[in-house]
Nanobody, 121 residues
Framework: VQLQASGGGLVQPGGSLRLSCAASGFTLDYYAIGWFRQAPGKEREGVSCIGFDGNTYYADSVKGRFTISRDNPKKKVYLQMNSLKPEDTAVYFC????????????????WGQGTLVTVSS
């Protein structure tokens, strides 16, 4: 089982990035995929999640700016991030869970390596 996050980089405030999470070794269709982030000195926090049924969930801090989507045949989940702010700077991780039950990282079975997003002028 493997999850690989990519697409991070340096972007100016107000800019956009699209993160990708590539899954292998398991059937993506049966899992909810969540995005988490961890800034230096802070705890990991949930950002967004898409259920196996396509339902989407967002943290209040990103509602209206981030959009999560999934492409099961390609075994990928995407996080479109618009209107980025300096406080969005963090390492972003994707993770798989049997269903969405909230933002407790312990509820997620599989984790990928993170991708760094830096929002700065």
């Amino acid at each position: 089982v493997q999850l690989q996050a990519s697409g991070g980089g340096l972007v100016q405030p107000g800019g956009s990035l699209r993160l990708s999470c590539a899954a292998s070794g398991f059937t993506l269709d049966y899992y909810a995929i969540g995005w988490f982030r961890q800034a230096p000195g802070k705890e990991r926090e949930g950002v967004s999640c898409i259920g196996f049924d396509g339902n989407t969930y967002y943290a209040d801090s990103v509602k209206g700016r981030f959009t999560i989507s999934r492409d099961n045949p390609k075994k990928k989940v995407y996080l479109q991030m618009n209107s980025l702010k300096p406080e969005d700077t963090a390492v972003y991780f994707c993770a798989a869970a049997k269903s969405f039950t909230g933002w407790d990282p312990n509820e997620y079975d599989y984790w990928g390596q993170g991708t760094l997003v830096t929002v700065s002028s």
